[in-house]
Structure formats: C-alpha cells, structure tokens
C-alpha cells in the first residue's frame, strides 16, 4: 500500500459538475456513475487544481506540517520565560 497522499473525494457533496476533472492537469480523476473517483491516483501530484476549483467542496487535500520550533522554524509563540 502507498504512503502517498492522495486527494479525498466527499461523492455525497458532488454535483458532478465535472470541473475538477478538467481542471486536474494529470487526468487523475473521472466521473462513474455520477460520482468523482480517482482514476488514475498513481499520477496525482497534488498540485491542489481540483480542491481549488470544486464549488461543492467535494475534494480536499490534506497537508501535513512538519518540523518544529526546535529545528530553526519560527514559533508561534514564544517558549515559556522567551521575548517575542
């Protein structure tokens, strides 16, 4: 099984528009039985198009923030007895 992330698809929100399908520049996904699927995950870059031009929020792409404060990236706030 892949580690790779990969868009979710939400079909109870779909209107089968079919926007995200030619907004997606990989051809990942399709529409079946008037539901979005991914066609084609292998391919996806998650370059994001079809979450940004889905009006039903029907597809979102999670982000995974790593790193901390303790590896040189800004904090959000400051540690205990710390200036800003």
Same mark, same amino acid.
């Given at each position: 099984? #892949?580690?790779?992330? =990969? ?7 779909? %209107?089968?528009?079919? =926007?995200?399908?030619? +907004? ?12 979005? @699927? ?6 996806? $870059? ?6 940004? @031009? ?10 995974? @923030?790593?790193? #901390? +404060? ?5 904090? $959000? ?5 710390? %200036? +800003?």
């Amino acid at each position: 099984m #892949s580690e790779r992330a =990969l868009p979710t698809l939400y079909p109870n929100r779909c %209107t089968a528009c079919g =926007l995200c399908l030619t +907004a997606c520049p990989e051809g990942v996904l399709a529409l079946q039985d008037g539901c979005p @699927i991914l066609a084609h995950p292998q391919n996806c $870059t998650y370059c994001g198009a079809c979450e940004w @031009i889905c009006p039903a929020e029907a597809v979102e792409l999670y982000y995974e @923030i790593v790193g #901390s +404060a303790d590896q040189g990236l800004p904090a $959000t706030h400051p540690a205990e007895g710390e %200036t +800003a």
